[in-house]
């Protein structure tokens, strides 16, 4: 059974940063795309940042610039660096794994989810 469990998540002030980590049951997380996630009240989930086989990220555009993903495979772990941090970005994160070693398409595994709370 595959599992993933998000920590790291809480609330901070605008201009403030957080860092989300994501630790699976999955020990090949070198060899899949995994991701990040966010869905605030109200509105569709959206993506935030993706990490292929090779290494290579994506972010959301309105991302850029201020989150990082990384992975630490030994710990099969994935990580989200937040810096800068704004009320926009108040949503539930959640961290999320493909069966493949690249990112376009569905992802097979999700985590629970954290909150992220950001006042003004």
């Known amino acids: 059974q595959v599992t993933l469990v998000e920590s790291g998540g809480g609330s901070v002030q605008a201009g403030g940063s957080l860092k989300l980590s994501c630790v699976t049951s999955?020990?090949?997380?070198?060899?899949?795309?995994m991701g990040w996630f966010r869905q605030a009240p109200g509105k569709e989930r959206e993506g935030v940042a993706t990490i292929e086989r090779d290494g290579s990220t994506s972010y959301a555009d309105s991302v850029k610039g201020r989150f990082t993903i990384s992975r630490d495979n030994g710990r099969n772990t994935l990580n989200l660096q937040m810096n800068s941090l704004k009320p926009e970005d108040t949503a539930m994160y959640y961290c999320a794994a493909r069966e493949s070693a690249y990112c376009p398409g569905p992802f097979d595994y999700w985590g629970q989810g954290i909150q992220v709370t950001v006042s003004s």
């Open positions: 999955i020990y090949t997380i070198s060899r899949r795309c």
